[in-house]
């Protein structure tokens, strides 16, 4: 625990303007990004009696090792560095939301030939038109499926598009009239996107025009007896009506707004957020946050805001937002909502009417979101502090291990050998801090080599990360032989940045390694952590068969019943480890079968060879041009066409293609390689799964 008095800045250092303050701990993180009007009146709020502090205060400064600053121009500016280093940094101390799940949105992809109607989740792309969020993925597909048949817009997938028109045969929403078949030709690019602006429109709540010229339309054709026309129409606006009718009018005026409301305690506060587009609630989405100092609403709802709209620009931002408690001061923010949005933003609290009764009802959601979140975080906390505290006891722990990290070793047959970590802090997964490696020591299959090189390679970067930051005292940082203990030569990839205080990959120290294995792995961990001269981090080993717990120079495993927290908490922590080692496998496995002989000449990337099979339209016809031929493709010179000609001369012909469900070998007319759905070149003949056992 730090004293605040030995890193406090001396009398006059701190300036007297706006600005944004970092507060690092001892390892240079930052744990604490704040902003203020006054830089000088703020900071010295933090530097006085600790008994006069708020108790989360005072852990954030008893917890700090430094503190330092930088000057803007205006609150404005401050504002907006704040919410970049925050989401930059993600201080400890912050306050975070947490459940913020990634919310599905019904989007259109303007920005495409042929605009497609599908459900997004994470960053919005630039060009594509966003409706929501939705509380569940189903609810965008049955508002869809009701208005497909008024307005019939694609909504397959780029591969299914590409093969319906290769084929000239549309999918079945074409023949059911749910698809206007742009894929086949039965509408041009322009008719289509006109189909998609009406969609957008009706989504966006201009729905009466549209519904009065339906309506009209189907008058016009019962007066000329045209009843089948009319039947549809009469069906369209019905369809219509039923989806209109999922989002109940809330205001009457055909209001857009957002609607913010808090409810807190001591410790934690629930935000709710409803959107109201034309009148009609069309989205809905909360989040939970703990109230790590002490904070007011109207500081709760600044910190929402800026959540809210950090990333968001034009009318993703609402010409009014309505919230329970104004910040303080309120002008920088109004400014601020104003340039995201490109015009003016009412951001007040409702007095009366329609918009106070619903702005009871979002307060009574995030009442409720709070007291299911803290029923469920009761039995979470004290289920997770018990599976630690016996972990501890069973491998005879010092302390309960809050950071534990798991390897495991996965390959096929000894081919494409790769390892994973995977951490848990205070029983959570922090899948932030994931990483996976590629086993470069040696080829073929030894898992204990494999999990002595991983453990090895990355301790090497978590000293040579204290050696960097200076936290070594002398004599520290050499291995138990006598060598150094950091990287000879092997390249950080990029874990250590120059400006620290940002999250790096290998910067923190577990108090438990967990490795997915029995005594051997167990021990070649050991070994590694000795031999870099590291002795505060315990190991252990979960082996699958009996699930043992195996700690180092034990003949005997540690055995947990069955029904203990702890074994469960190890348990998912390998299963996690395996589950993220599987996944990296199989994405090198499937990387190298669609590899080709065209991989392997140098200096030709993505583009170019994507060019030169769609000009040849297979390695077999590109293996026969000539070098006159083959300079054709644009981008192609001399040189270059003389090394791909060398390199297909030296390459062995792809194996002949096989169809699975006859056992035919393939006419060799047929291209041996083909473009994928994602643009990629497919090598044909190669199994999808190759035999054997995945580890």
């Keep these: 625990m730090a004293d605040p008095s030995s890193y406090r800045p001396r009398p006059g250092e701190i300036p007297d303007c706006p600005g944004v303050y970092r507060f690092r701990d001892e390892h240079r993180r930052v744990i604490y990004v704040g902003k203020a009007k006054s830089l000088r009146q703020r900071l010295a ?13 005072r852990t954030m400064v008893t917890t700090a090792a430094s503190v330092e600053w930088t000057v803007v121009s205006t609150e404005v500016e401050a504002l907006q560095l704040e ?208 109230k790590v100092e002490e904070i007011t609403t109207g500081a709760l709802v600044e910190h929402a805001l800026q959540q809210l709209y950090g990333e968001e620009t034009g009318d993703a931002v609402p010409k009014e937002v309505l919230v329970p408690a104004l910040p303080e001061p309120v002008e920088p923010v109004q400014e601020w909502l104003a340039g995201r949005r490109g015009a003016n933003v009412s951001l007040r609290i409702p007095q009366r009417g329609d918009k106070k009764a619903l702005m009871e009802t979002v307060q009574r959601n995030a009442q409720q979101a709070l007291a299911l979140h803290k029923t469920k975080r009761a039995s979470d906390l004290t289920t997770r502090s018990r599976a630690l505290e016996e972990i501890a006891e069973a491998l005879d722990l010092d302390s309960a291990p809050l950071r534990i990290e798991c390897y495991d070793i996965s ?63 002398d004599g520290e940082g050499t291995a138990t032989n006598g060598e150094s203990a950091l990287p000879d030569g092997e390249p950080l990839a990029g874990s250590l940045k120059d400006d620290d205080g940002r999250p790096r990959k290998f910067a923190y120290p577990p108090q438990l390694v967990v490795v997915d294995g029995g005594q051997p792995q167990v021990a070649a961990a050991r070994r590694a952590l000795d031999e870099l001269g590291i002795d505060d981090i315990a190991v252990c080993g979960l082996a699958k068969r009996l699930e043992e717990v195996w700690v180092p120079g034990e003949d005997d495993p540690v055995v947990l019943p ?24 199989r994405t090198k496995r499937a990387k190298r079968f669609r590899s080709g002989p065209l991989d392997d000449v140098p200096g030709l990337g993505e583009t170019r060879k994507q060019a030169l099979i769609k000009h040849f339209g297979s390695v077999k016809k590109l293996r026969s041009a000539t070098i006159e031929q083959i300079q054709e493709v644009p981008g192609i010179g001399r040189k270059t066409a003389e090394t791909i000609a060398v390199a297909l001369a030296q390459a062995a012909p792809a194996a002949p293609a096989v169809n699975t469900a006859t056992g035919e070998i393939i006419d060799d007319e047929e291209p041996d390689t083909t473009m994928g759905s994602s643009g990629e070149p497919v090598t044909a003949g190669l199994p999808d799964e190759r035999r054997g056992q995945e580890t």
């Design 45 to 57: 709020n933090y530097f006085q009696d600790l008994a006069n502090l708020h108790p989360r205060t």
């Design 83 to 290: 919410y970049s280093w925050i989401k930059e940094y993600d201080p400890r101390f912050n306050v975070k939301y947490r459940d913020d799940k990634s919310y599905p949105y019904l989007a259109v992809t303007m920005n495409e030939e042929f605009p497609r109607v599908q459900v997004m989740r994470g960053h919005k792309k630039k060009g594509v038109r966003y409706f929501g969020p939705y509380g569940h993925a189903w609810a965008i597909r049955d508002t869809v499926d009701l208005l497909l048949r008024v307005f019939p817009v694609r909504t397959c997938s780029a591969g299914v598009f590409k093969n319906a028109a290769r084929t000239g045969r549309p999918c079945l929403l074409g023949y059911i009239g749910k698809c206007s078949a742009p894929c086949v030709g039965r509408i041009d690019p322009e008719d289509h996107q006109e189909l998609a602006e009406e969609f957008c429109d009706f989504m966006a709540g201009r729905t009466g025009t549209y519904l009065r010229r339906l309506e009209k339309q189907m008058m016009e054709a019962a007066e000329e007896m045209e009843y089948e026309r009319a039947a549809r129409l009469r069906d369209d606006i019905e369809a219509l009506k039923k989806a209109m009718e999922k989002n109940a009018v809330v205001l009457a005026d055909a209001t857009d707004a957002d609607l913010i409301a808090v409810a807190e305690d001591e410790l934690e506060a629930a935000v709710q957020i409803f959107h109201v587009r034309g009148g009609r609630v069309r989205g809905q989405r909360g989040w939970v946050t703990d």
């Design 411 to 473: 390959h096929l047959q000894g081919e494409d050998v790769v390892a994973s970590m995977v951490v848990f802090e205070d029983g959570l997964q922090r899948k932030g801090e994931y990483r996976r490696f590629q086993i470069k020591g040696f080829a073929g299959q030894d898992d204990v080599r494999s999990m002595h090189e991983v453990i090895t390679r990355r301790f090497r970067r978590y000293l040579a990360e204290k050696e960097r930051t200076g936290e070594w005292a």
């Design 562 to 585: 069955r029904t203990s927290e702890g074994l469960y908490l190890l348990q998912r922590v390998r299963d996690e480890a395996h589950r993220f080692a599987i996944t990296y496998q």
